[in-house]
C-alpha cells in the first residue's frame, strides 16, 4: 500500500495573499485542518488550523470588536504559514508516511507525484489503515497473546487456528518490553471463543485477552 492510495484528494490549496478569516471558513466547510500554500501553481508553505488560531486576537483582548475585525483583515496566509514544508512522493510505502509524521510530530505532509502536489496524507487517513488492519469494522473473536521471537512461531498459531476451522478477519504484530518475545493481535471468524482459548493454549507463552467483537 503506497500514500497515493490512501491520500486525500483532489488539492484544496489557499493562496498566500488569502486573508486568515476566509482561510478559517473555507477550512470549516471542507472540514479540513491543514492546506498547502500555492503561489504561481508552486508550493511555498504550509498552514494550519492551528496557524490561523493562533493568528487570532485572544478573547480577553480589550481591542474592540471593529478593532479586531479590522486587524484581522489585514493578516494574510503568507504571515502565518509555515515555510519549512515535510512532503512524500505518492509511491512511498503508507508506514514510511506515518514513520515521518510520528518523528517530526506533525498532522499531515502534502504528497508530490512529479514535483507537483497531488494530495495530502493525514492523521486521519492513517487511522482509518489502522481500523482496516485491525479489522475494527468487522465481527469476529479477538485473541491478544505473546509468542516467542523465533522463526515459525506466528505459523504454528495461523495454522492451529486455520486447522479448527478459523479464517482470519486481521492480522497484527507488535514488539514489548522483553525483546525476546512479541505479541500478536488478531481477530478470527468461523471458530467459537473457547475453541480459540483451546488452541491458542497449545501453541503460545501467553494468552492476554480474549472476546467476542
Known sequence: MFVGERMSHPVIPVSPETPINDALAMFKKERIRRAPVIKDGKMIGIVSERDLLNASPSPVTSLSIWEIN????????????????????????????????????????????????????TETDLFKILLELMGARAQGIRATAVIDDTPGQIARVTKAIADEGGSFVSFGQFSGDDPSVKIIVFKTAGIKKDDVKKVLSKVVKKIWDIRQC
Open 70 to 121: 479590522y486587524l484581522i483583515s489585514k493578516v494574510t496566509i503568507k504571515q502565518v504559514m509555515s515555510k519549512n514544508v515535510k512532503t512524500i512522493n505518492a509511491d512511498v510505502p503508507i508506514e514510511e508516511a506515518a514513520r515521518i509524521m510520528a518523528d517530526s510530530k506533525i498532522g499531515g505532509m502534502p504528497v508530490l507525484r512529479s514535483g507537483k502536489v497531488v494530495g495530502m496524507i
